[in-house]
């Protein structure tokens, strides 16, 4: 492997392969117990008990209105992610945005009996305005009543909810909101692979790698460069 100089990352350290080969194995235990320590916290996760959903929550679809089951679209699970678009907004969210950028493909979830839908609380018109702009598919829908407030925490709070039904009954089974929903936010996890990381301040990285706090650089994807 040809020797890169960078000078401008002084102290740095620059190896033989087999130098880096044998840090890279030792690395590579602590990721496979990480890796094991997450599948042991999903199994928990499993395991929590469910929550009766007994209110009549309503919702506002292309379709027309229809009750929180009715976006289960006939599958056994349902998870609802809480979109901080709010009424009239004139800067919609861009965390929330990077999240729905990077959504999986709903094939894969309805393959596994599951739903996948984006609620707020700004008008359904709206809605379908800035899906349309961003060049998203996905289901997403105007909730009406408490639903945000209920599962969310918030008015207009991120997160997301996790619901089962069974014999027309819904449970609530899992929430989380704030970094718990990194885990589908790909840029987060293919830049943490990277030296530089996602160069945010709370990160331990190198002296020479540039930070700035959280947040601040987050932009909807058609705003980068402007």
Known sequence: MKDIQMPELAGQPVV??????AARDALLAEEKEITRAMDRL?????ELPWVAVSQDYRFVTDQGEKGL????????????YHHMLRPDDPSPCPGCSMLADELPRMEHLNARDTTLVLVSAAPLAQINAFKQRMGWGFDW???LGTFNVDF??????????????NGGKVFYSYG??????EAVVGCFGT??????????DWQEAPEWVPQTP??????LHDQYGT
């Open 16 to 21: 033989s392969r087999a130098e880096w080969q």
């Open 42 to 46: 999903a199994a928990k996760r499993r």
């Open 69 to 80: 089951i009715d976006l289960f679209a006939g599958r056994r699970q349902l998870i609802v």
């Open 141 to 143: 829908v105007e909730t």
């Open 152 to 165: 969310s925490g918030h008015d207009y709070g991120p997160g997301y909810s996790v619901f089962i039904q």
């Open 176 to 181: 989380c909101d704030d970094r718990g929903t």
């Open 191 to 200: 830049l943490d692979i990277t030296p530089m990381g996602r160069q945010e």
């Open 214 to 219: 959280p947040y601040v650089w987050w932009r």
